[in-house]
């Protein structure tokens, strides 16, 4: 009868268990694009497991991307977007595997037309000052969109209120396999971003190891993925509908970083 129980157990929490979760879980990377292993050998050989970026190599950090898109099942083309998602470098990180200027139609050739043009626009657009400055404190995505200047040419990028989207989508799970408060001089749980502040010297791997302030950062930006008509929506935050408070976000890490330096309180 126990056995029953537990053989039943096992069953209904593995179809629980999405599959696009579940072929992560296996290895199963042909099931969740066939030319997978194409991609991470060509990333490989364009020197992505020689660069170190944040806390783990550039190739880590894509993959990790790329793998929490997959989990969010967001589309073909978008998750192909975050594994090379700074392949030209961008406006923050010089990091560039391919040459913008000769080898567009290389990586078109390689991830399809439709992911090379969404990898362009994310290495081309000012991103982050984009998301702090204009579209948090705006709070509401405008119908027509944005357009932003291309940090190379200065010429005008057009983002339709749904790639917005998408560009929020993807920060979600770009800044939560590497935001640490050290990194980004996020010293007074302000979730600015100061390149005024950030120090070299202090960003360090693995600094202290506290943890950062950014859940309530990712929660800001899932409410405005919401109202800019992308979808999927990230299953994140019940599934980007509430948002948690900066306070409730500090209270969480004072008290975990407090049994971490000084140990469980015991009565």
């Given at each position: 009868y126990?056995?029953?129980?537990?053989?039943?157990?096992m069953?209904?929490?593995?179809?629980?268990?999405?599959?696009?979760?579940?072929?992560?879980?296996?290895?199963e990377?042909?099931?969740?694009?066939?030319?997978?292993?194409?991609?991470?050998r060509?990333?490989?050989?364009?020197?992505?497991?020689?660069?170190?970026?944040?806390?783990?190599?550039?190739?880590?950090?894509?993959?990790?991307?790329?793998?929490?898109?997959?989990?969010?099942?967001?589309?073909?083309?978008?998750?192909?977007?975050?594994?090379?998602?700074?392949?030209?470098?961008?406006?923050?990180?010089?990091?560039?595997?391919?040459?913008?200027?000769?080898?567009?139609?290389?990586?078109?050739?390689?991830?399809?037309?439709?992911?090379?043009?969404?990898?362009?626009?994310?290495?081309?657009?000012?991103?982050?000052?984009?998301?702090?400055?204009?579209v948090?404190?705006?709070?509401?995505?405008?119908?027509?969109?944005?357009?932003?200047k291309?940090?190379?040419?200065?010429?005008?990028?057009?983002?339709?209120?749904?790639?917005?989207?998408?560009?929020?989508?993807?920060?979600?799970?770009?800044?939560?396999?590497?935001?640490?408060?050290?990194?980004?001089?996020?010293?007074?749980?302000?979730?600015?971003?100061?390149?005024?502040?950030?120090?070299?010297?202090?960003?360090?791997?693995?600094?202290?190891?506290?943890?950062?302030?950014?859940?309530?950062?990712?929660?800001?930006?899932?409410?405005?993925?919401?109202?800019?008509?992308?979808?999927?929506?990230?299953?994140?935050?019940?599934?980007?509908t509430?948002?948690?408070?900066?306070?409730?976000?500090?209270?969480?890490?004072?008290?975990?970083?407090?049994?971490?330096?000084?140990g469980?309180?015991?009565?």
């Amino acid at each position: 009868y126990q056995l029953i129980i537990k053989v039943l157990s096992m069953e209904i929490t593995s179809n629980l268990i999405p599959e696009s979760v579940r072929h992560i879980l296996r290895n199963e990377w042909s099931e969740c694009d066939p030319k997978l292993s194409e991609f991470l050998r060509t990333l490989s050989q364009q020197g992505a497991d020689e660069c170190w970026h944040k806390h783990s190599t550039f190739k880590e950090h894509l993959f990790n991307v790329w793998r929490m898109m997959k989990i969010w099942n967001q589309s073909e083309e978008v998750c192909r977007m975050a594994l090379f998602h700074s392949s030209y470098s961008n406006s923050y990180v010089n990091l560039a595997l391919f040459d913008l200027q000769k080898d567009r139609d290389k990586v078109k050739s390689l991830v399809g037309n439709n992911a090379e043009e969404l990898i362009y626009k994310m290495c081309v657009i000012p991103r982050h000052p984009f998301v702090f400055s204009t579209v948090l404190p705006d709070a509401k995505i405008p119908d027509e969109g944005y357009t932003v200047k291309h940090i190379k040419t200065n010429e005008d990028v057009t983002l339709s209120k749904e790639m917005v989207g998408m560009i929020l989508t993807f920060t979600m799970a770009d800044f939560s396999d590497q935001w640490l408060d050290y990194m980004f001089a996020n010293h007074n749980n302000s979730h600015s971003w100061d390149e005024s502040k950030y120090s070299l010297e202090g960003a360090l791997w693995p600094s202290d190891g506290k943890p950062g302030m950014w859940m309530s950062l990712i929660s800001r930006m899932g409410k405005l993925v919401r109202q800019s008509g992308h979808t999927p929506i990230p299953p994140v935050f019940n599934h980007c509908t509430e948002v948690l408070s900066e306070e409730n976000e500090s209270k969480s890490i004072n008290a975990y970083w407090d049994v971490m330096l000084n140990g469980p309180v015991c009565n």
